[in-house]
């Protein structure tokens, strides 16, 4: 038995190709100023790390995810040579994570590339539907979120 096509797209479906369609717009654009490897963790992790160093337990804490999630986001920032995990010089116990000079431009661009597509975004989107829309997905990600 086949299931019937809604006539309106239901709302996770439009949330998630919504996403996969942004998180597309940033690979190209990050490509196109030559880095070929963006990753859809990289906007929300870049933008705390470029701040400065960070325990790898406030890292957990700033992406809203796991230790092993979090470990696997710095993982892949260390692999391609953005970040390096390091041990506390005051805490053997403790890690902590940090961009490269390599990864600082990075993230710098990442950051860039997120500016303008929101300004475009804005530009194009009535401000009061922006807004509400911008509800709607804060409550979705405080409602489902971890």
Known sequence: MS????????????????????VREMALRLERLGFNDYRRSDALALRWLVHGVLPLSAFTKALGASRQAARKVAAGLVERDFALVNIDVNDSRRKNIELTAGGRE???????????LDDELTAKIDPVQLDSARDVLTFVKDTFGL
């Open 106 to 116: 990075y993230a710098l661009n990442v950051i860039e590339v997120i500016h303008t």
């Open 3 to 22: 299931t019937p096509t809604p006539s309106r797209a239901l709302f996770g479906d439009v949330l998630a190709l919504a996403r996969a369609s942004w």
